[in-house]
């Protein structure tokens, strides 16, 4: 366990740094995303950030708390939608052309998607959209940025680490089998060993899969309509706040994970207090290779995708 008072310190420490960063975010308008780069702008004396999101206009007013937080950074703001592969390739493209030949990309960090309560939801891809958010488009963000990657970059999942569970292994979409629970411990062991992958074949990147702990960012009233999202928003959201770390907190701990030489070269799956952990279940896939399985299954999805 990592204490909150050594996060704080060693981001603290960042300013005396004569370095500066360069970050992409996707999924940073609200919650643990935007925390994050909150705390990016606070501790980093020269930060250079490019944030990838649905609405411009309704992200002006934290473009210009970001510019107060520290008038030195750089922050520009690409609006897209990225729930379909071939919109993300092309603001992919366009994060490269914003930040030149002679920019490097220090920390991807994705924290974009919803839950969903009413099934699978197919789009135009032929992905249920919430996975597509969770976990396909975050591994297409990896793949697309990672030649463009420093030397000491890292790519950052916000999600579910060190909760792998059980995969279907003849449905990995989840095609026939679709579950909440299902869901969220078949794509997080997916995450993981398709990071596994990534770390082999980059073995001077950081690819960190996290876990935040139960957080109070709003997610569950957003994901949610209609009675469920009312229950959501007015009753169980505020009992969860009274035991849930801050965003703020939760900000802080990532920016940790993406510039400590703590988790510097490798795959990580890390709870919410930055301890490592490698479930029964995720050591048994490593084992029997499965990181190779899922980045081939992956291909073929983007393949499939990018074919409508």
Not at 4 to 22: D, F
Not at 143 to 169: D, F, M, T, Y
Not at 270 to 292: C, I, N, S, T
């Amino acid at each position: 366990m990592v204490a909150i008072s050594e996060v704080r310190a060693a981001n603290a420490a960042l300013k005396g740094s004569r370095h500066a960063l360069t970050a992409v975010f996707v999924g940073a308008t609200n919650g643990i995303g935007l925390a994050t780069l909150q705390a990016f702008a606070k501790h980093v004396p020269r930060p250079r950030a490019i944030i990838v999101g649905r609405s411009q206009a309704k992200f002006a007013p934290q473009l210009e708390t970001l510019k107060q937080l520290n008038p030195n950074g750089d922050f520009t703001f690409l609006e897209a939608d990225i729930s379909l592969i071939k919109d993300i390739d092309t603001v992919c493209q366009t994060t490269l052309t914003r930040l030149g030949d002679a920019t490097k990309i220090d920390i991807l960090f994705t924290s974009q998607g919803y839950i969903s309560f009413v099934g699978r939801e197919t789009n135009a891809d032929g992905l249920d959209n919430s996975i597509s958010l969770r976990y396909y488009g975050r591994m297409r963000f990896a793949q697309n940025l990672l030649a463009h990657l420093s030397p000491r970059g890292r790519v950052i999942s916000v999600l579910a680490g060190g909760k792998e569970g059980k995969i279907i292994e003849d449905d990995l979409d989840l095609e026939r089998n679709y579950s909440i629970p299902q869901s969220a411990a078949q794509f997080a062991s997916m995450t993981t060993l398709s990071f596994d992958h990534l770390a082999v074949q980059n073995p001077d990147i950081s690819f960190i899969h996290v876990y935040p702990g139960l957080v109070s960012t709003g997610l569950l009233g957003r994901s949610a309509t209609g009675v469920l999202g009312y229950v959501f928003r007015y009753v169980l959201e505020p009992i969860l706040g009274l035991f849930s770390l801050k965003a703020e907190e939760s900000g802080e701990r990532m920016l940790y994970c993406g510039a400590s030489e703590q988790y510097a070269k490798g795959s990580w799956s890390l709870d919410w207090d930055g301890a490592a952990k490698e479930e029964k279940v995720l050591k048994e896939y490593r084992e029997k290779g499965w990181a190779e399985r899922v980045w081939e299954h992956n291909q073929r999805m983007f393949e499939r995708a990018l074919a409508k």
